[in-house]
């Protein structure tokens, strides 16, 4: 962050104190209130964090306004349409995009950690078969830290850097487990001659009774959700593995931890809410009706997939996923898939809803991506696990990037107390 000389003064109780302020690369200027309480003896209030900057980064930025999300400064879309998720993780994890060497050499070392230790196998027996595949996933993560020793001291960079690989590495194979034990099909192993999301379909969907070809269009398509879902700034899931990896917890607990948060219908599990929810619509003459519902404040009913925190315009995940739902379900000869078409009618009643227009509610990255992944054949259950596969990368980076920094302090919000003040015990022959 750029000092600058601009200071914010706060005046109370006739008092004025001044706060330095910092200037962004890009985004608003923010006002450091490190020393608030020791100077002034007032916190801030902020629930949610919607004024606050929980700390400094140089990974992702999003324009809420605009709908412009950058990786390393390179637009999501540019990404989406040129780049592949493996050449995004070593983006985010590094800083710079990697020459075709540092490309290879990254892409085999990813390749070489798919699998997982044998006996993890026996970890998932011990879960219920109608576990959602979200409740093995937040196990299984978290059990790593009892598999993988040798890459839990996070004061070591080289056991930071194999707990970042063994994370990118092993998590398609965790999902796909997760998925094969919830259908009671056997595990199947990673393959080495095949590529991340080739590798991901292929030990989701291949049986050891037949031959199974990964469809490239469905390859691509998988690659595609993998990058659009890869990091996205502090948000909830992110904070949360920030503030987990603050106390020193080993990696592989922090992601789980990652995993748990992000499992909401408000944040990570809306992808599987809106699916339901379009399904539930079933037909555009119904859209009127939860529109109504949406608007209606006696009603929780929220649209799902719509709104989002910082966009305040389209969130440019969306776009290239509506174009990437055309795309795939036409290749796959899907002609007229009555749920596009209701999402699709859906998005345009809400969006010239002058309730929608004000709130500036726009479709977010998991309006469409139920309807990509139920074409390819996953069922909703999978579709949170999929976007946690895909978020650990940017997990890891944001979690490196905090370890890395010698000023991290251990994060301990404080409160606004409105609770009883001291009062003595009554015993409770006088209650
Ligand atoms: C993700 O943070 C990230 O970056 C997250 C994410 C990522 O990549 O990590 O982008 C992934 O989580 C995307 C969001 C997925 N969630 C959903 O689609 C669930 C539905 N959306 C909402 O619940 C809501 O929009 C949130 C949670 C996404 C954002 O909530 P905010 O920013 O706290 O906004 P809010 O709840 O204060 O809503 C502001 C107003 C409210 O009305 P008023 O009280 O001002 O009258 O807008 C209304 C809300 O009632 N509103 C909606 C709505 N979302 C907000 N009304 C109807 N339908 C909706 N979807």
Redesign the pocket.
Same mark, same amino acid.
């Given at each position: 962050m750029t000092e600058t000389a601009k200071t914010a003064t706060l005046s109370f109780d006739g008092k004025s104190f001044e706060l330095p302020m910092h200037s962004p690369t890009a985004g608003p200027d923010v006002i450091d209130i490190r020393k608030l309480y020791a100077d002034a003896g007032v916190f801030t209030y902020d629930p949610?964090f919607t004024s606050t900057a929980s700390c400094d980064s140089t990974i992702t930025y999003i324009d809420g306004g605009a709908g412009v999300l950058l990786h390393r400064g390179y637009p999501i879309d540019q990404l989406a349409a040129k780049s592949h998720y493996l050449e995004v993780c070593y983006l985010l994890l590094y800083g710079e995009l990697p020459t075709a060497a540092q490309l290879e050499d990254f892409e085999l070392r990813v390749t070489r950690h798919t699998m997982i230790h044998e006996q993890m196998h026996n970890f998932f027996r011990g879960f219920r078969r109608d576990a959602h595949p979200m409740a093995t996933m937040v196990g299984v993560v978290g059990a790593m830290s009892a598999f993988y020793h040798d890459s839990t001291d996070i004061s070591d960079p080289w056991q930071r850097e194999v707990a970042s690989i063994r994370l990118v590495a092993k998590m398609p194979t965790i999902a796909a487990m997760a998925y094969k034990y919830s259908i009671g099909q056997p595990f199947v192993y990673p393959r080495n001659d095949l590529d991340y999301a080739a590798n991901f379909l292929h030990m989701c969907f291949s049986v050891p009774a037949e031959k199974y070809e990964v469809n490239p269009i469905l390859s691509r398509a998988m690659d595609r959700i993998f990058t659009l879902?890869a990091d $996205?700034?502090q948000?909830?899931?992110t904070s949360t593995v920030r503030l987990a990896s603050s106390s020193g917890a080993n990696p592989f607990a922090c992601i789980a931890a990652g995993i748990a948060c992000l499992w909401g219908?408000?944040?990570?599990g809306?992808n599987q809410a809106?699916l339901e929810m379009l399904k539930e619509i079933g037909s555009v003459e119904r859209i009127p009706e939860f529109i109504a519902r949406?608007k209606d404040?006696d009603d929780p009913f929220?649209?799902?997939?719509?709104? $989002?925190?910082?966009y305040k315009n389209f969130d440019p995940r969306a776009k290239v996923m509506k174009q990437s739902a055309d795309e795939v379900l036409d290749l796959l000869g899907i002609e007229d898939n009555p749920i596009l078409q209701v999402a699709k009618e859906l998005e345009k009643q809400a969006l010239e809803d002058p309730y929608f227009a004000e709130?500036k509610?726009f479709p977010?990255?998991?309006f469409y991506s139920g309807i990509i992944l139920e074409a390819m054949g996953f069922p909703t259950s999978m579709f949170t696990p999929i976007f946690a596969l895909s978020r650990t990368v940017g997990w890891i980076s944001q979690w490196k990037e905090m370890i890395g920094d010698p000023q991290m302090k251990i994060g301990r919000p404080r409160q606004l107390y409105l609770g009883e003040t001291e009062r003595d015990y009554v015993d409770v022959e006088d209650r």
């Open positions: 949610g879902h $996205h700034e948000n909830a899931s219908p408000a944040h990570g809306a809106c949406a404040k929220r649209l799902m997939g719509f709104g $989002h925190r910082v709130k509610l977010n990255v998991d």
